[in-house]
């Protein structure tokens, strides 16, 4: 049973990996796509629920999440028609991600991806990107996701440089 959450977790990296030789929004592509945001919400409730939690799969839900956004970003973006600005502001967003989590091995000797709302909020955005896309159109959801993206991601830096321990359950800068 103490394995369960962590084998959604392993089955989302490797469900994600397979995004790569499918044709992305074809029914396969989407079919491993709710399946990779079902496990995310499985292995996290069932590991809240049975008391199963541990910070080797609070790590591998990040890597997990990290490796499933960043291949769907590979394989989606250059087939999207994006406004010329949405590029360079995904790139400043992963810088700032990559900051903090370079600044969390510098002072934690780990990588630091913090389960803060906003990072919550943002992946439940980014999952529902899809639908977003076809109801509000690229620009709108754009701003709107690059935003929230762009919040969260300072948010973790801050949180990162200015608190001494890492606690990856950290709610907010405003919450422990």
């Known amino acids: 049973m103490r ?7 392993i089955a989302r990296m490797v469900s994600s990996v397979f995004l ?20 995310d919400v499985l292995d996290g409730f069932i590991a809240r629920s049975f008391q199963l939690t541990s910070s080797l799969g609070a790590t591998l839900d990040s890597v997990a999440d990290w490796i499933f956004v960043c291949i769907v970003l590979y394989v989606t973006l250059p087939i999207l028609v994006l406004p010329s600005w949405v590029l360079p502001w995904i790139g400043g967003i992963a810088f700032i991600k990559v900051c903090s989590l370079v600044l969390g091995v510098v002072r934690y000797g780990s990588l630091a991806f913090l389960h803060t709302y906003l990072n919550k909020i943002t992946g439940s955005m980014l999952f529902g990107f899809p639908l977003f896309y076809s109801i509000f159109g690229m620009d709108d959801t754009a701003v709107v996701l690059c935003t929230v993206a762009s919040v969260a991601a300072v948010e973790e830096l801050v949180i990162n440089i200015t608190h001494r321990e890492l606690k990856r359950d950290r709610k907010s800068i405003f919450f422990n």
């Open 20 to 39: 790569l030789w499918v044709e992305p929004f074809s029914v396969w592509f989407m079919v491993l796509y709710f399946f990779c945001g079902i496990s």
């Open 3 to 9: 394995h369960i959450p962590n084998a959604f977790t």
